[in-house]
């Protein structure tokens, strides 16, 4: 481990006197602090990386668009506000937490199949960068919208660009048949409607070909493809393009898999825009890439059960928590907090308390078999975890702690059975 600034990026959650550690905080100590199922986030650790996408794409006009999906707790989007941020979104919910943060509007953009006509209000009111618009009827809604409150949206077509990327079925996004983006040829067609229309402004393209991706690629032939919409749409329409949008899913270290070589990727971008026939302004979307590794899942081990002749560990968090792994096929390492007594390894099912056959966090997994009340570490849980929890079970949603500046803070407390009930009228 370096001390120097030019030292390679420190690992998140290091082992200290053989125990996890956020920062300077025990995992331990924070667990029972605040009990567990618990998510742990190093704010640090999101920063650095909010860094390294800046460093990969460096330019003068880049943004940074966090995709809010992947986690939207305030504070982590505060942390990213402070940073000159901005935010990619898919909802009203997620543009009212990204202005509470206190995202700058003219920083947001916002993308999704099925914008109802109320959150496109919203974000014309609030003055957003662009709407990403997915098809001709939704293009038609917002024209509409937009001359009856006399405004002007802003907008940048999604074109599927059609590349397969090699990730899970489910979060591929960008081949022809996904429900994502238009055509090219049909962007085309409705650039030239918004170059028709007296409150409609083209201002980017963009793309979004999925998430996890760690080749460089996929993005290159995508972003090949929006620049020659780009291209077109300014030679045959007259539009003013701004932006192209690489959009995200930056592939994170995986344990088979490396991580997506991220400055390798924007020298090839740099190269392509440096050749563009108008200086273009380049936004991307990262999500699981900022915030991925940056938080982890605490867990504690309740029950050790054999049967069938396989051996289960069952933990107190389950799919509730983290629902990657039986959604998408998700691997996370799991690790114990403290280091024990190295008991031989046994392959287990690591499973939770859900009534689901398919509630579980690892499956076939070699590990010293831990006991009763072993605390245990899921790592890469900063993203698509505490955000896709549900309260399935009537499982009150476990709390989230910050830390960043050497600080330990709650940032979302566990809810109490009284919120599961709080919006029911018997
Ligand atoms: C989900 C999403 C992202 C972020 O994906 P990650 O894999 O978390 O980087 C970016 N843009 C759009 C449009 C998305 O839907």
């Given at each position: 481990?370096?001390?120097g ?30 009990g ?18 800046r ?19 305030l504070a ?14 898919v ?15 003219e ?8 914008k ?20 001709a009827?939704?293009l ?42 238009v ?39 995508a ?21 192209v ?100 390894a ?9 009534c ?8 076939g ?5 831990p ?37 330990a803070a709650?940032v ?15």
């Amino acid at each position: 481990m370096g001390t120097g600034v030019l030292s390679p990026a420190r690992p998140p959650f290091p082992r200290l006197g053989g125990v996890l550690h956020c920062g300077s905080h025990s995992l331990e100590a924070l667990a029972d602090e605040h009990g567990t199922p618990l998510y742990v986030y190093d704010g640090d650790r999101a920063l650095e990386r909010l860094s390294t996408v800046r460093d990969a794409f460096r330019g003068p006009e880049l943004l940074v668009a966090y995709s809010v999906k992947a986690n939207p707790n305030l504070a982590l989007l505060d942390l990213f506000a402070r940073a000159g941020a901005g935010a990619d979104i898919v909802s009203g919910g997620e543009l009212y937490c990204a202005l509470c943060a206190g995202i700058a509007a003219e920083r947001v953009v916002f993308a999704g199949v099925g914008k109802t006509r109320d959150e496109m209000r919203q974000g014309l009111e609030s003055g957003i960068r662009a709407f990403h618009v997915e098809s001709a009827q939704e293009l038609e809604v917002l024209g509409a919208l937009a001359s009856e409150l006399g405004r002007e949206a802003p907008v940048a077509v999604r074109v599927n660009p059609d590349v397969d990327s090699p990730t899970h079925a489910f979060t591929r996004t960008g081949h022809a048949r996904a429900k994502f983006g238009v055509s090219p040829r049909e962007a085309l067609a409705l650039y030239r409607r918004i170059a028709d229309h007296p409150h409609l402004r083209a201002v980017g393209v963009d793309v979004h070909i999925g998430s996890q991706v760690r080749e460089a690629s996929p993005f290159l032939r995508a972003l090949d493809v929006i620049l020659d919409v780009a291209a077109r749409a300014g030679r045959e329409t007259g539009a003013a393009i701004e932006y192209v949008d690489l959009g995200g899913g930056f592939g994170i270290e995986d344990p088979v898999a490396g991580e997506l070589d991220l400055p390798a990727l924007g020298r090839e971008v740099a190269l392509r825009l440096q050749k563009a026939s108008r200086p273009l302004q380049l936004v991307v979307e990262p999500g699981r890439f900022l915030v991925g590794d940056a938080g982890v899942l605490l867990t504690r081990v309740l029950y050790v059960k054999r049967s069938g002749g396989k051996t289960f560990v069952v933990t107190d968090a389950g799919m509730t928590e983290l629902i990657r792994p039986s959604h998408y096929g998700g691997e996370h390492a799991i690790t114990r907090v403290r280091e024990g007594r190295q008991a031989p390894a046994e392959e287990v099912d690591i499973v939770g308390p859900v009534c689901e056959q398919g509630d579980f966090l690892a499956r076939g997994r070699s590990l010293p078999l831990p006991s009763r009340g072993t605390l245990l570490c899921v790592h890469q849980a900063g993203a698509y975890a505490a955000a896709m929890a549900s309260n399935y079970n009537s499982r009150p949603r476990a709390a989230e702690v910050l830390v960043h500046d050497g600080r330990a803070a709650l940032v979302r407390r566990r809810e109490r059975y009284s919120d599961l009930v709080r919006n029911e009228r018997p």
